[in-house]
């Protein structure tokens, strides 16, 4: 140390109170946590877009070495849509489909049903609704009933 390095640390230290050290490993600490939660967070979410467990765990160990670098290529190369979500479009498709060919399907499930179904015969949820004051069954997701016209209440998906 040099005269005015040794002025600084005693200035620090002796007039201000502040230990370099201590202020040193706080750094250190905050840095290893920010990057624990990164590391924590990258896995969650790679978990929910890959199947293969081990690329999540790859991901992990990536941002786990190369800090913020890995966490910027993660955000950039994983995949748009988490598995649930591209389910539920895969789910969507089918259900398109069959309803243009005519097939009634369930729009949870993508299960075939009957014509005149008002539930899912394979998961139980709602399909169509009978109207109230003509018996007519209409879509479930029908605002007004097609043979009578009764304005039907809003429908929760
Ligand atoms: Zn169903
Ligand atoms: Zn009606």
């Given at each position: 140390?040099?005269?005015q390095e040794?002025t600084l640390?005693?200035f620090?230290?002796?007039?201000?109170?502040?230990?370099l050290?201590?202020?040193?490993?706080?750094?250190?600490?905050?840095?290893?946590?920010?990057?624990?939660?990164?590391?924590?967070?990258?896995v969650?979410?790679?978990l929910?877009?890959?199947?293969?467990?081990?690329i999540?765990?790859i991901?992990g160990?990536?941002?786990l070495?190369?800090?913020?670098?890995?966490f910027?290529?993660?955000i950039?190369?994983?995949?748009v849509?988490?598995m649930?979500?591209?389910?539920?479009?895969?789910?969507?498709?089918k259900?398109l489909e069959y309803?243009?060919q005519?097939i009634?399907t369930?729009?949870?499930?993508?299960?075939v049903?009957?014509?005149?179904?008002?539930?899912?015969?394979?998961?139980?949820?709602?399909v169509a609704?009978?109207?109230?004051s003509?018996?007519q069954?209409?879509?479930?997701?029908?605002?007004?009933c097609?043979?009578?016209g009764?304005q039907?209440?809003?429908?929760k998906?």
């Open positions: 140390m040099d005269y040794l640390s005693y620090l230290t002796d007039i201000l109170g502040v230990n050290k201590s202020i040193a490993v706080s750094f250190i600490v905050i840095g290893v946590v920010l990057l624990f939660l990164m590391v924590n967070w990258v969650s979410d790679a929910r877009r890959y199947k293969d467990t081990t999540a765990a991901w160990l990536t941002v070495l190369t800090n913020v670098i890995g910027v290529l993660y950039i190369w994983r995949p849509y988490t649930d979500e591209e389910d539920a479009y895969n789910l969507y498709k259900y309803s243009l005519g009634k369930c729009y949870k499930c993508s299960s049903l009957e014509e005149d179904s008002l539930f899912c015969t394979n998961c139980g949820a709602q609704k009978k109207c109230t003509c018996g069954v209409n879509d479930y997701l029908a605002k007004f097609k043979k009578c009764k039907f209440k809003a429908t998906r």
